[in-house]
């Protein structure tokens, strides 16, 4: 599974086993406005039953999600350029 997510703003880019490693566990999203709708996608969150989704990500920051377990992601947002 591959996809590209593109807000209107073209600030963000993610993929399932982007790059051709065969890795569907992982997605790279560099932040925008679609963060959050791209983090609760990845997780399989029904979104058109949630009141609403908001992850707390630093603005113009790049995270890597991880899928680990079968209902469990982890985010990851401590990279350097995050810290402030």
Do not use: Y
């Amino acid at each position: 599974m591959s996809s590209n997510v593109d807000d209107s703003g073209g600030n963000i880019r993610g993929g399932c086993g982007g790059g051709g490693d065969g890795n569907e566990n992982n997605i790279v999203a560099a932040l925008g406005f679609s963060a959050s709708l791209i983090t609760a996608a990845f997780q399989k969150i029904d979104t058109e039953s949630t009141v609403s989704i908001d992850c707390k990500l630093g603005a113009g920051s790049i995270s890597v999600l991880e899928r680990v377990a079968i209902f469990t992601t982890t985010l990851l947002n401590d990279q350097p350029q995050n810290r402030r």
